[in-house]
C-alpha cells in the first residue's frame, strides 16, 4: 500500500498573500492531480502532471501555478489568495485511471 | 467536451431502505465509469469502476451497471446502513489521465 500526505492540513492567508500547498505520495505513482473542492461545485481539475517536470492544465488554473520537482512531490501555488475564499485542495494520484487522494489541505482567506 | 451529470445534490433515506443515486455523462469515447465514495472529514475513496457495457459491478453492497445506450452508470444498493452517510462522486475518464467529476450527491441516512 501507499500514503499521500499533504501540508500543511489548514491554511489560513491573507487577501493577495502567495500560498503554496505540498503533496507528497509514496504509491509511485506516475501521475499526480490537484483538484479544488467547494460545497456543491464537486470537483474541479487545477493542475495535472503526468511526470517529473510535465505540467498539464486544468479547467481551474487560472490563478493557480503548480511545480513536479520530483515523481513523489506535487505542489500548487495560490499566486494571490482572495479575500473571503473557502475551498479545499485535494491532491491525487493515479494509475491505470484509478486515483488515490489525500486528505486535503482546508484554505481559509482572511 | 466531456462531462458528468448527477442531478440529486442531496438524498435522504430512512436506514434499510434501498436508494439509487443517479449518474449520465456525455462523451463521444469509450469511456470508463467510476463511484467515488467521501465520507465527512475524509479523502474520497474509489467504491466502483466499469468499462464493461451492460454488466454490473458491485463492491460493500453497492452496485452499477454501465450502460452505453443511455450514457448513464446509476448507483444503487437494496438497504442503505448509517454508516453509507456520504458524499457520492461519479466520474469520468477516457483512459487517458485527465478525470471528469460530477457536482455529488450527498446521501443523508436516518435511524
Known amino acids: 500500500g501507499g500514503i499521500i500526505t499533504q501540508t500543511p492540513k489548514f491554511l489560513i492567508g491573507q487577501e493577495g498573500q502567495k500560498l503554496t500547498l505540498k503533496c507528497q505520495q509514496n504509491?509511485?505513482?506516475?501521475?499526480m492531480y490537484w483538484y479544488r473542492q467547494d460545497s456543491g461545485k464537486g470537483l474541479r481539475l487545477i493542475y495535472y502532471?503526468?511526470?517529473?517536470?510535465?505540467?498539464q492544465k486544468g479547467d481551474l488554473s487560472e490563478g493557480y501555478d503548480a511545480s513536479r520537482e520530483k515523481k513523489s512531490s506535487f505542489s500548487l501555488t495560490v499566486t494571490s489568495a482572495q479575500k473571503n475564499e473557502m475551498a479545499v485542495f485535494l491532491c491525487?494520484?493515479?494509475?491505470?485511471?484509478?486515483?488515490?487522494f489525500g486528505p486535503g489541505t482546508r484554505l481559509t482567506v482572511l | 467536451g466531456d462531462s458528468v451529470t448527477q442531478t440529486e445534490g442531496l438524498v435522504t433515506l430512512t436506514k434499510g431502505l434501498p436508494v439509487m443515486l443517479n449518474c449520465t455523462y456525455q462523451?463521444?469515447?469509450?469511456?470508463?465509469l467510476f463511484w467515488y465514495v467521501q465520507h465527512l472529514n475524509e479523502a474520497p475513496k474509489l467504491l466502483l469502476k466499469?468499462?464493461?457495457?451492460?454488466k454490473r459491478t458491485e463492491h460493500q453492497g453497492f452496485y452499477a451497471t454501465l450502460h452505453k445506450s443511455s450514457s448513464s452508470f446509476h448507483l444503487q444498493k437494496s438497504s442503505v446502513q448509517l454508516s453509507d452517510s456520504a458524499l457520492y462522486f461519479c466520474?469520468?475518464?477516457?483512459?487517458?489521465?485527465?478525470?471528469?467529476f460530477g457536482t455529488g450527491t450527498r446521501l443523508q441516512v436516518s435511524p
Open positions: 502532471s503526468i511526470t517529473e517536470n510535465d505540467l
Open positions: 504509491f509511485n505513482h506516475d501521475t
Open positions: 466520474a469520468l475518464s477516457l483512459n487517458t489521465d485527465k478525470v471528469v
Open positions: 491525487a494520484s493515479s494509475i491505470r485511471v484509478e486515483q488515490y
Open positions: 462523451t463521444t469515447y469509450s469511456p470508463f
Open positions: 466499469s468499462s464493461t457495457d451492460n
